[in-house]
């Protein structure tokens, strides 16, 4: 009886080490920034669902091209369903690299795992199909998640991307210079920016190149997209920050 006793003991403990390893490992797979030792940052933009206007920050993408700036746009599916001939703009830009939002931009750790899944897997599902461009990046809307999201993004192949650096582009109380002068005091190599290029973002643009000017012209920084950033800056970038990016 007591050998049986401590062999459920034994199964039980193993299978709680098991599910707490796995939550442990699946919370590692959650990227905030790239490696330290890269002299270079990635710019990354959210097109959430908007209630008004195009859902489309024209003079911002303008200014990422005539810069030829690399940049990395999160799109939620019901933005895709929306914005075809956008979608086909972004995925004709060579510098640019596209992940995906959510479906409908929820808050995940409000659903259950069933719900969840459908809503990562609904735009990478419909950039596929309609694009025939595959998703390897994922952004949770409002930057929430649980043990759950993280599983279902790593089941589904995905690189689960947060940031270590806020634009606040939405916030009408920030200035331009006070969004500048906060990215700067938190920028550093490796750094992921999260701004918003549907409409939402005040100022984008401008601090877009204000942060060009000054890491980039001035400080050397490269800028280069989420995947440079995360595979070691490279092709065609260096981690001494002696070639800039454009």
């Known amino acids: ?3 049986r ?11 709680l080490a098991s599910v707490t390893a796995g939550s442990q490992d699946g919370a590692a797979q959650v990227i ?5 030792i890269c002299k270079a940052i990635a710019l990354t933009f959210d097109m959430c669902p908007v209630r008004s206007g195009t859902g489309y920050d024209v003079p911002l993408i303008d200014t990422l091209v005539s810069k030829r700036i690399p940049a990395t746009f999160f799109l939620s599916g019901r933005w895709v369903a929306t914005h075809e001939a956008e979608v ?18 929820a808050h995940l750790p409000m659903l259950d795992a069933d719900r969840q899944r459908k809503e990562i897997q609904g735009p990478v599902t419909l950039l596929q199909t309609r694009y025939g461009r595959p998703a390897t990046l994922f952004r949770p809307p409002y930057g929430e998640y649980d043990n759950a999201t993280v599983e279902i993004a790593r089941a589904l192949g995905l690189r689960f991307i ?10 009408p109380q920030l200035s331009r210079t006070q ?6 005091a938190t920028v550093r190599n490796g750094s992921i920016i999260v701004f ?3 409409g939402r973002g005040r100022h984008t643009r401008a601090v877009v190149e204000d942060l060009y000017e000054d890491l980039v012209l001035t400080k050397g920084l490269q800028l280069v997209t989420v995947s440079t950033l995360l595979d070691g800056c490279k092709p065609g970038q260096t981690r001494d920050g002696t070639e800039r990016s454009h």
């Open 1 to 3: 009886m007591r050998d």
């Open 5 to 15: 006793k401590l062999q459920t003991a034994l199964v039980v403990g193993a299978i």
């Open 32 to 36: 905030r920034s790239g490696p330290p």
């Open 88 to 105: 086909q703009a972004l995925l004709s830009v060579p510098f640019f690299e596209i992940g995906t939002h959510g479906q409908l931009h």
């Open 162 to 171: 947060l940031w270590n650096a806020v634009s606040g582009d939405p916030d």
């Open 179 to 184: 969004m500048v002068d906060n990215l700067k």
């Open 196 to 198: 918003h290029a549907n």
